[in-house]
C-alpha cells in the first residue's frame, strides 16, 4: 500500500493517455525511487512522460492503471492501493475521411484590349461574333470591367481553396489575349467540374440595379447536354449572392448567343454582379466589404450546387 503524505494534482492533455505505475516484480523499491508515469499517446507513439515521486515504498503487489481522456483532471488521494502491471502502449486509429475535391475553373471577364477579330460562336456554327471585348467601365468610378472582375476572380480563388476546391484561373493578368470560345476550351480541358465567368453589366438606364446569372438554354444548339446543371449553377449562385448582399434578384437568363457558354462541355454560369451604370452599385462594388459578400455568396452557391 502506498501511503500518500500529500496529494499529487496532474492535469494530463492529449488525445490518450496511461497512467500508470511500472515496480520492481522481485522487491520492494527503496524510498523515494518508486514512480508513476504519465504517457500522452498519439496514434500509437510516446509523446511525452512525466514521472512523479511516490512517498512510501511500493509493493510488489501494488501498482495503478487508469484510462482518461483529453484534458481530464486526474487526482490521486491519500492511502491508495495500487496493483503492480507494465503499461502497455495504447494505439489510437484515425480514419481519413474520404472527401472528394472539386475542381473550379474561374474566368475573369474580359481583357484590357479586346480582339474584334471573329469566331464561331459554337461548335460548327456559321454565325459569328468579336472574339473578345474589354467590358464596360463604371459610370461613377471610371473603374473598367476588366479590372473589377480579376480583382474579384482572386478573392473568390482564394476563399474556394480555403473551402478546400481545386481552382483554375482562365487569366491572371490584364495584358492577355484569350478568346471567349478558347476560355471555355480552357476550362474544358482543365479537368474542372464546373465553370465560373465573373462578369459586370450595363444599361442604359442607370437606375437598374441588381444580381442576375446565365445559363444555356434548354434545347442551345451547341451545348444542351449541359443545361440542366447549368441551371441549377446559375440558381444556387444567384439565390446565394442575393442573401448574403441583399442584392435586387435580377434572375436567372438563358440565351444561346454567348460563345463563352456555348463552347463549354461543362456547367457553365455567367455571374453578372451588379450595373456597373449604376452609381450607387458601381461604388459598392469597388469595396473591400461588398466584394467580400459577392465572393462569399458565389462560394456558398458553389457549396449548395455540389450538396
Known amino acids: ?17 496511461t497512467l500508470g505505475a511500472c515496480v520492481n516484480q522481485e522487491s520492494g523499491l527503496p524510498r523515494g525511487k518508486n514512480t508513476i508515469e504519465v504517457q500522452n499517446v498519439e496514434e500509437g507513439e510516446e509523446t511525452a512522460t512525466s514521472t512523479v515521486m511516490a512517498d512510501e515504498n511500493i509493493t510488489p503487489t501494488t501498482n495503478i492503471e487508469e484510462m482518461v481522456t483529453l484534458s481530464q483532471t486526474i487526482k490521486i488521494e491519500e492511502n491508495i492501493t495500487v496493483t503492480p502491471v507494465i ?11 474520404v472527401v472528394q475535391k472539386y475542381k473550379i475553373a474561374i474566368d475573369a471577364g474580359h481583357q484590357q484590349k479586346g480582339n474584334s477579330e471573329q469566331e464561331a460562336i459554337g461548335p460548327g456554327a456559321t454565325e459569328t461574333k468579336a472574339k473578345v471585348a474589354s467590358g464596360t467601365t463604371g459610370v461613377s468610378t471610371g473603374i473598367p470591367e476588366y479590372q473589377l472582375t480579376l480583382e474579384v476572380a482572386k478573392k473568390l480563388e482564394a476563399e474556394l481553396i480555403n473551402r478546400g476546391y481545386e481552382v483554375i484561373m482562365i487569366r491572371e493578368s490584364h495584358d492577355v489575349n484569350i478568346s471567349n470560345a478558347e476560355r471555355a476550351e480552357i476550362a474544358n480541358n482543365s479537368g474542372a467540374d464546373i465553370f465560373i465567368r465573373i462578369h459586370a453589366n450595363g444599361s442604359e438606364n442607370q437606375s437598374v440595379s441588381g444580381i442576375l446569372t446565365i ?10 447536354q449541359i443545361f440542366a446543371e447549368s441551371r441549377e449553377l446559375s440558381e444556387e449562385i444567384l439565390n446565394a449572392m442575393v442573401e448574403e448582399t441583399g442584392a435586387i434578384n435580377k434572375g436567372v437568363m438563358e440565351t444561346d448567343t454567348m460563345s463563352g457558354i456555348n463552347w463549354c462541355e461543362i456547367p457553365v454560369s455567367i455571374v453578372e454582379m451588379g450595373f456597373m451604370s449604376n452609381p450607387k452599385e458601381d461604388e459598392l462594388m469597388q469595396t473591400e466589404e461588398y466584394q467580400k459578400k459577392l465572393v462569399k455568396g458565389m462560394a456558398d452557391g458553389i457549396d449548395s450546387f455540389f450538396n
Open 87 to 97: 503499461t502497455e502502449e495504447i494505439k489510437i486509429e484515425e480514419k481519413d475521411e
Open 1 to 17: 500500500m502506498i501511503r500518500k503524505k500529500k496529494k499529487i494534482l496532474m492535469i494530463l492533455s492529449g488525445i490518450m493517455i
Open 215 to 224: 445559363s444555356p438554354t434548354k434545347n442551345n444548339p451547341y451545348c444542351s
